[in-house]
């Protein structure tokens, strides 16, 4: 499964152009999946299935980890850069990786890695 969360809309007035805010967003998230999407199906020879869910990304995961019992492991990358591995990443490496009530192995992916070091990994 890949998932792309999108953060819930702060911009109350308007609605006109926060639907049209909400739309792009949702075009924005669904390209990106089918373009990691297309590269995941070429190296496992599997569809993946896209989820595309309006919450904080933490909150998006409990959500679709509760409901899918088949996800098994997370998969997250870090960031690249000063600033550290990115907030998700710090989070769980903080506070662990129960999700849902669950506790699920996570894998973190170094953002820096070339496409033959991850092919290399597997």
Sequence with gaps: ML????????????SGVRE????QQREEAEALLNRFGEKAADLSGAAPVFLVEEAE???AI??????????????LAAAVGTRGPGPLV?????????????RLPVTVVPGDLTDEEVEDLA
Aim: no cysteine; net charge negative.
């Design 57 to 59: 990304t933490r909150d």
């Design 90 to 102: 710090a989070a769980i490496a903080k506070e662990g990786a129960g999700v849902g009530g669950r």
């Design 20 to 23: 049209e805010i909400e739309r």
């Design 3 to 14: 998932l792309r969360a999108i953060p819930p809309s702060a911009f109350e007035h308007w």
């Design 62 to 75: 409990i959500k679709a980890v509760d409901a899918d019992p088949e996800i098994k492991i997370l998969v």
